[in-house]
């Protein structure tokens, strides 16, 4: 809901908002930029670019994620770099992962399985089949995507696989 994603931005202080076109109309009203990832690169032109920083330091902040928050009001949670890639590192391992690995990234952005989703593969030289919500709601037009696609590793949630 706009209200659930105003109190986000407003918490962390953003100042400008990536988005994609569907999900345009929802941010636009909440007085941030918006920069829309899926129009045509022509379009980037009139945004500046910048250097990324140099983050050295384990302890520091990679990333946040907000939970559904049981209270009603969503809260943050503060990912370190040595977390996150700890974590990425235990996926490799755990999963017997390499450059041959493809990873089904099946999760929204705001779960926090995604990040391992989208980031583990990369890190052996694998890489990642990206669905969108209308294939993960065809459950036959997925199972056979994944075997074109050749995906070796795919997390779905248990009620996704029952019945």
Same mark, same amino acid.
């Given at each position: 809901?706009? *209200?659930?994603?105003?109190?986000?931005?407003?918490?962390?202080?953003?100042? #400008?908002?990536?988005?994609?076109?569907?999900?345009?109309?929802? +941010?636009?009203?909440l007085g941030h930029e918006v920069l829309v990832l899926d129009?045509?690169?022509?379009?980037?032109?009139?945004?500046?670019?910048?250097?990324? @920083?140099?983050?050295?330091?384990?302890? *520091?902040?990679?990333?946040?994620?907000?939970?559904?928050?049981?209270? &009603?009001?969503?809260?943050?949670?503060?990912?370190?770099? =040595?977390?996150?890639?700890?974590?990425?590192?235990?996926?490799?391992?755990?999963?017997?992962?390499?450059?041959?690995?493809?990873?089904?990234?099946? =999760?929204?952005?705001?779960?926090?399985?995604? +990040?391992? /989703?989208? @980031?583990? *593969?990369?890190?052996?030289? &694998?890489? #990642? *089949?990206?669905?969108?919500?209308?294939?993960?709601?065809?459950?036959?037009?997925? /199972?056979?995507?994944?075997?074109?696609?050749?995906?070796?590793?795919? /997390?779905?949630?248990?009620?996704?696989?029952?019945?």
């Amino acid at each position: 809901p706009v *209200s659930r994603i105003g109190h986000i931005l407003e918490e962390i202080g953003s100042t #400008i908002v990536l988005t994609d076109i569907e999900s345009e109309s929802v +941010v636009s009203g909440l007085g941030h930029e918006v920069l829309v990832l899926d129009i045509p690169d022509s379009l980037f032109l009139e945004y500046p670019t910048s250097s990324i @920083l140099d983050v050295s330091d384990p302890d *520091s902040l990679a990333y946040v994620i907000y939970t559904s928050g049981s209270t &009603g009001v969503p809260k943050g949670a503060m990912i370190e770099h =040595a977390g996150m890639l700890n974590h990425l590192l235990l996926m490799v391992e755990e999963l017997d992962m390499d450059s041959r690995s493809v990873v089904a990234f099946t =999760a929204p952005f705001t779960f926090d399985i995604s +990040v391992w /989703q989208i @980031l583990s *593969s990369l890190l052996c030289g &694998g890489r #990642i *089949s990206i669905y969108s919500e209308s294939q993960l709601l065809d459950p036959v037009g997925l /199972q056979s995507s994944i075997y074109k696609e050749g995906v070796t590793i795919l /997390q779905l949630v248990p009620s996704y696989v029952s019945g």
